[in-house]
T-cell receptor, first 112, second 114 residues
């Protein structure tokens, strides 16, 4: 029962912005959008999360559409080290929902 | 901050043997998660602890699997007896309200049961 839909893979040129889409058309009002990534042979790593407003941190920016049915994770200047599987996860506030359910994610390959 | 520490990094064992995976939480974290990752099933939540108490073990596949938190900073996941289909990467992760419930994952244990 997937709450999100992501493309299975995408390529990106080193130094360019990588825009990763995610559809979550059934998202409810209390649910947040989280992004994690998993570099090969490592555990998943938190990137960013948001509810309604766009968010930015040192790793990425998160753009959420006004109807909240989709979002885009932006890696502003992709490097080879950004090659990873990126997971978009919809989750209620942690006090209501402790579970983080990972789907198949998007395999992003950054090419030199 | 050393992060979540898992040991061993790799484990190779024979079918029927007991396997114990270990996890040290980040200091101050009070939630602990065990996940399993395979190519076929992806990342699956096995069990969740909060304040040392198991809250949800619905993901534990069989009675052969058991998990404990003997204290606030340490957890074990035991498989007895192990079977080839248990071969996977096992991750533990910890979180706390202070970090807005972001999960911090360890590097995982690659388990191979022959």
């Amino acid at each position: 029962d997937a709450k999100t839909t992501q493309p299975p893979s995408m390529d990106c040129a080193e130094g360019r912005a990588a825009n990763l889409p995610c559809n979550h058309s059934t998202i409810s009002g209390n649910e947040y959008v989280y992004w994690y990534r998993q570099i090969h042979s490592q555990g998943p790593q938190y990137i960013i999360h948001g509810l309604k407003n766009n968010e930015t941190n040192e790793m990425a920016s998160l753009i959420i559409t006004e109807d909240r049915k989709s979002s885009t994770l932006i890696l502003p200047h992709a490097t080879l080290r950004d090659t990873a599987v990126y997971y978009c996860i919809v989750r209620d506030r942690p006090s209501n929902d402790y579970k983080l359910s990972f789907g198949a994610g998007t395999t992003v390959t950054v090419r030199a | 901050d050393a992060g979540v520490i898992q040991s061993p990094r790799h484990e190779v064992t024979e079918m029927g043997q007991e396997v114990t995976l270990r996890c040290k939480l980040i200091s101050g974290h009070n939630s602990l998660f065990w996940y399993r990752q395979t190519m076929m099933r992806g990342l699956e939540l096995l069990i969740y602890f909060n304040n040392n108490v198991p809250i949800d073990d619905s993901g534990m596949p069989e009675d052969r699997f058991s998990a404990k938190m003997p204290n606030a900073s340490f957890s074990t996941l035991k498989i007895q007896p192990s079977e080839p289909r248990d071969s996977a990467v096992y991750f533990c992760a910890s979180s706390s309200r202070a970090t807005n419930e972001k999960l911090f994952f360890g590097s995982g244990t690659q388990l191979s049961v022959l």
